[in-house]
C-alpha cells in the first residue's frame, strides 16, 4: 500500500531554517509528481510547492518563493523541502501528498516561533 512519511519538523526561531523529508513506499515513486501541502490553524490547507517526477520543474506558492526549494531523489524514493528565512506565518502542518492518486502523509508540525 502506498505510504508517505514525513519527517524534520519541529520548532525553529523566526529567520531559521528546517529541511523536511518524505519517504514514499508502495508504488513507483520516480513515476509520480508530488507535491508538498501545509495547514495552519484555522485555515484551509495550501499547496506549497511541487515538482515533476524528474525534477524537470517546479513550482511554489508566492508566499515561500525565494525560500523554500523542493528537490527529490528518486533513488531514494525521497522529496524534501529545503525551508529557508522561516517566518511566524509559515507554522502550519506540512504535508507531503501524492495527488494524482489523493494520498497524503500523516504531516509534520512546523512551528516558527522566538
Known amino acids: 500500500q502506498v505510504q508517505l512519511v514525513e519527517s524534520g519538523g519541529g520548532l525553529v526561531q523566526p529567520g531559521g531554517s528546517l529541511r523536511l523529508s518524505c519517504t514514499a513506499s508502495?508504488?513507483?515513486?520516480?513515476?509520480?509528481?508530488m507535491s508538498w501541502y501545509r495547514q495552519a490553524p484555522g485555515k484551509e490547507r495550501e499547496l506549497v510547492a511541487a515538482i515533476s517526477s524528474i525534477s524537470s520543474g517546479a513550482r511554489y506558492a508566492d508566499s515561500v518563493k525565494g525560500r523554500f526549494t523542493i528537490s527529490r531523489d528518486n533513488a531514494k524514493n525521497t522529496m524534501y523541502l529545503q525551508m529557508n528565512s522561516l517566518k511566524p506565518e509559515d507554522t502550519a502542518v506540512y504535508y507531503c501528498t501524492l495527488p494524482t492518486r489523493g494520498y497524503w502523509g500523516q504531516g509534520t508540525q512546523v512551528t516558527v516561533s522566538s
Open positions: 508502495g508504488f513507483t515513486f520516480s513515476r509520480y509528481a
